[in-house]
Structures are given as C-alpha cells and as structure tokens.
C-alpha cells in the first residue's frame, strides 16, 4: 500500500504501542507507526467500544476477548513473516479489529488484505477475501486449494421474548447471537453457492469429471453422515 494512505494516521497514533510478536515466535512491542508502515499497511480508523452485553447469549465477535492474528496475504503477496497483533473480528459488522497498546479496539482499512488467520489456544480460523454479490467480504476458509470451501456468516440478534402469564410462561427472558451460515465453493476466485448435502455438493462439481469423481469416490467410502466435516475432507481429496 501506499505510503501516503497512512501519513494521516500515523502522526495520531505515533505514541500509541501495540502490544504484538512477529510469526516466528519473537515476542516484541513495536509503535503504530512501525506496524502500519513495516507489516499491517493499514490505516486504524474509529475506536470501538468492546465488550460483551449483559444479559445476552453469544457474542457478535469471533471470540469473547481478544485472539490472536497475523497476516497470511497483502496486497496478493504472501507475508512471510507478520507481526501477530492481539485482535477479533466482528462478525456482525463483517469488520476486523485489533487492540492497541491503550487497550481499546481499532479498525484497520482492510482493502488490500487477501487473507489472515486468527488463533484462539490450539484453534486456528482462516478468513479469506471473497467478492460476494458484488460486495467484498472476510469468510472462513474450510479447505484450501484448487477448489476452495468458505463460510459466510449472518449475526442475528434475538431480542428476549419472555412471555408469563401465570400457569403459562414461554419464550427466553434473554438476547441472544445466533449465527446462521451458507456455504461457497470457490474455483477461481469465483465462488459458488452450494448447500450441505451430498447430491447438490457433487453437481456444484459436476463440470470438473476429474474433480466430481474425486469427490465421489471419497464419499462413497465415508461413513458419516454428509456435513460440513465431509464436505472439507471431501474437497482435500479433490485438491491432492
């Protein structure tokens, strides 16, 4: 990215630490004006208020507190080596934040990053750039390769509907986050709508015969029921 996209931030934000090691392991304290310009290459905007609310089940965030995150791709090429920033994503807003050494939440441009991983304890997320309906959005990686499996995300909030009327009571007397997710499979860059089931997972791949029969041959030998496990184990044995 451009060196001038940032000048305007750098100077509020000179004096702001982010607390961060870089992807091998090295753990070390660098100023927003290091990152921004040595890793991230982006420009932090609002600060966010970030928080869990009371009374309500599931969060908006990836995580309930922070995770940890480094850059896989910028600008399409590959970062070999990233600083790991302290950081979440809000599913709801589809919108990446990081905390910085004041402990508040920033949102860096995104625009030119093409894929990150977060890390919460031994769980690792993949989230990829993907053109949806002409609308560019951060989802999931499930499986990687030639053909590639992605989940969108959609943060519902459920107001509490308690209703108690006496001998009578229904409803939650709680909000609630519920996520509801669809599915992509992406060949090209182009992705494709596809649902959780075994025949309409194999006609998304029925113009590829080496592909479909890969997946098909796999399937015929799994045991489970068909789910989003099968479909990335399914399209690992596509991707050999």
Do not use: C
Not at 142 to 150: E, F, I, Q, S, T
Not at 201 to 217: I, N, T, Y
């Amino acid at each position: 990215m451009k060196k001038n996209i940032v000048l305007s931030t750098i100077t509020l934000l000179a004096g702001l630490s982010l607390q961060a090691q870089d992807s091998t392991g090295l753990a070390q304290t660098v100023s927003a004006r290091n990152s921004i310009d040595n890793n991230l290459g982006v420009r932090f905007a609002t600060a966010l208020t970030f928080h869990p609310k009371e009374n309500t089940v599931g969060t908006p965030y990836l995580y309930a507190d922070w995770g940890r995150m480094w850059l896989d791709s910028l600008e399409h090429k590959r970062v070999g080596r990233s600083i790991v920033y302290d950081a979440n994503i809000d599913l709801e807003k589809n919108m990446l934040i990081v905390k910085g050494g004041d402990g508040k939440a920033y949102a860096p441009e995104t625009k030119d990053i093409q894929a990150f991983h977060l890390k919460k304890g031994d769980a690792e997320t993949a989230f990829v750039a993907v053109n949806l309906n002409g609308t560019p959005r951060f989802v999931e990686q499930l499986a990687g390769g030639k053909y590639r499996l992605v989940r969108d995300v959609k943060v519902v909030f459920k107001q509490a509907d308690f209703v108690d009327k006496g001998m009578v009571q229904s409803g939650k007397n709680y909000d609630e986050y519920k996520k509801e997710y669809t599915y992509y499979l992406v060949k090209d860059q182009v992705p494709v709508k596809i649902s959780l089931r075994k025949k309409a997972f194999l006609e998304a791949l029925s113009q590829d015969p080496q592909a479909h029969a890969a997946a098909k041959g796999f399937l015929d030998s799994y045991k489970e029921s068909f789910d989003e496990t099968a479909a990335r184990l399914a399209l690992e044995a596509v991707n050999k």
